[in-house]
């Protein structure tokens, strides 16, 4: 895409070219430089986890989905939506990716013990890049035994962009780490391009309805058409469906009375660090029930 740019540049002529040219440098050292920091990130424990509630129709908290946080010295917080993208263009994403799976069975593993943390799942992310890796299967198996982390309770979220890739081999490893138990979800299910023929022949566990279907849900008939076919869908193939995004009781009561069962949004909680994770969990603690 930069050489598309310098040639288009070029071909506007001579001073188009150099003011063009050095725009173009300003950005690419910016976007080196932002590389670079996230590499030193992993070595300066710059990354954290936050964890955002997934709760049942009842309010129970069921699961948490892991959101990675970087809080980065001169920069200060940087948004996934920025670097996220960044590290799966320069590959990165495959140390990073690792560096969330771990640190997420890790919790796992130490919350065992926690009569409030114990019971829930984890979700972790898994960009496209990094599931295609051929070493994927085994670092999640490696991982989970190396942590003693319960399979069944990390569940990997993927998003419609890995159907890009040859569905033989998406499908066998899907079925190899779930035969260890690990739980698969479509994320942000409806904004990308799955064919409902692919659909049908992923071994999935969950679908989670896009926050953008959400979002205007009260407003816009559109949305809350795509929200109804998206429950119906799931129900007809036997998938749990979560709605993300879920920021008033209105949203909720609508996807409650369509059959939705699974809620994460604002609503319940924003992400939480691990220490207001606790917290939040013993407030909701019922009445009487001691640690
Ligand atoms: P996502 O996986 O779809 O995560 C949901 C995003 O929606 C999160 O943004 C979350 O904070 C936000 N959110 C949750 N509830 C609400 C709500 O009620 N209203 C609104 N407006 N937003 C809500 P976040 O944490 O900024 O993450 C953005 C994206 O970055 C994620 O979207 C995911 O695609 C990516 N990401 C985050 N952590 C990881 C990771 O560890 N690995 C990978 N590969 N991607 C990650
Ligand atoms: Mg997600
Ligand atoms: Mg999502
Ligand atoms: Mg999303």
Not at 50 to 77: I, K, M, S
Not at 219 to 240: E, F, M, R
Request: aromatic content about 8%; hydrophobic content about 40%.
């Amino acid at each position: 895409q930069a050489d598309m740019a310098m040639y288009q540049a070029k071909g506007a002529g001579r001073n188009n070219y150099r003011f063009f040219d050095a725009e173009l440098q300003i950005a690419l050292t910016a976007r080196a430089t932002l590389e670079m920091d996230l590499r030193q990130g992993i070595a300066n424990n710059e990354f954290r986890l936050h964890f955002q509630p997934q709760v049942d129709a009842t309010g129970q908290v069921q699961g948490v989905e892991a959101l990675l946080r970087w809080q980065h010295p001169t920069r200060g917080n940087v948004s996934p939506a920025q670097f996220i993208p960044l590290a799966e263009q320069s590959g990165f994403i495959l140390e990073l990716g690792q560096w969330v799976l771990t640190t997420a069975c890790e919790k796992l593993a130490a919350w065992r013990h926690d009569p409030d943390l114990s019971p829930l799942r984890i979700a972790v992310n898994v960009s496209a890049k990094q599931f295609r890796s051929p070493r994927f299967v085994r670092s999640v198996i490696d991982t989970l035994t190396a942590t003693g982390a319960d399979p069944s309770r990390l569940e990997l979220e993927l998003t419609e962009s890995v159907l890009a890739d040859d569905v033989e081999s998406l499908v066998e490893k899907m079925t190899t780490l779930r035969a260890h138990g690990v739980l698969f979800s479509l994320d942000d299910f409806g904004t990308g391009y799955s064919s409902l023929n692919y659909l049908k022949r992923l071994p999935l566990d969950q679908l989670k309805i896009d926050q953008s279907f959400v979002r205007d849900l009260m407003t816009d008939p559109n949305d809350a058409a795509i929200v109804c076919a998206v429950l119906t869908l799931g129900s007809s193939l036997g998938l749990q469906v979560i709605a993300e995004g879920v920021e008033t009781d209105a949203q909720k009561d609508f996807l409650r009375r369509h059959g939705c069962a699974q809620f994460q949004g604002y609503l319940f909680s924003r992400p939480l660090a691990e220490e207001a994770l606790a917290t939040f969990l013993e407030a909701r603690r019922p009445v009487g029930q001691a640690a």
